[in-house]
């Protein structure tokens, strides 16, 4: 997905791409290296230091984002289901990465389906997207964030089942 971006002639996306994972991970992403021999191609990361680093060194949370980000800048017009994006990454993250991709999404024309248990997701989505639990079977939009939030946060998905069945 990386190459894809930097291999076009408009070097917009490419730019924006970078300039997000730096603002969000404080890396700064080299261009890809396509290698002939292998058919590989190679990509690495500065850190605050002039020595290149394998982008396979970082977490999957930031490998995630990347891989999301890259997707997302390089096919617009679509529609794109994430399951757990959130996964992998710290609670602070999470909520920051969600608005990142939702804005990005936006801007690029395109939709997000977006399967999610984390508490700051959802109350990220709340006022800002369309929310709908897929609890019990049935599919309903979700109104109520204080509900949903304290489901999450107090209760916990399993016990909440298992009283709602009750």
């Not at 999610?116 to 897929?134: Q, W």
């Not at 109520?144 to 069945?165: C, H, N, T, W």
Request: charged share 25%; net charge neutral; hydrophobic share 40%.
């Amino acid at each position: 997905m990386c190459y894809l971006l930097y291999v076009r002639e408009d070097k917009t996306s490419w730019k924006q791409f970078t300039a997000e994972i730096e603002g969000l991970f404080k890396v700064q992403l080299n261009p890809p290296k396509y290698i002939p021999a292998t058919g590989l191609l190679k990509m690495s990361y500065n850190e605050g230091v002039k020595k290149d680093i394998d982008l396979s060194s970082l977490g999957s949370g930031t490998k995630q984002a990347i891989l999301l980000f890259a997707y997302l800048l390089a096919f617009p017009n679509t529609v794109n289901l994430l399951d757990e994006p959130d996964a992998h990454l710290e609670v602070v993250r999470q909520s920051n990465i969600y608005d990142k991709i939702s804005d990005l999404a936006k801007k690029n024309n395109s939709q997000l389906i977006v399967a999610s248990h984390s508490e700051s997701v959802m109350s990220r989505a709340f006022g800002k997207d369309l929310v709908i639990s897929g609890m019990f079977g049935a599919f309903d939009q979700v109104n109520q964030e204080k509900y949903i939030k304290s489901v999450l946060r107090d209760i916990g998905y399993e016990e909440f089942l298992i009283a709602k069945q009750r």
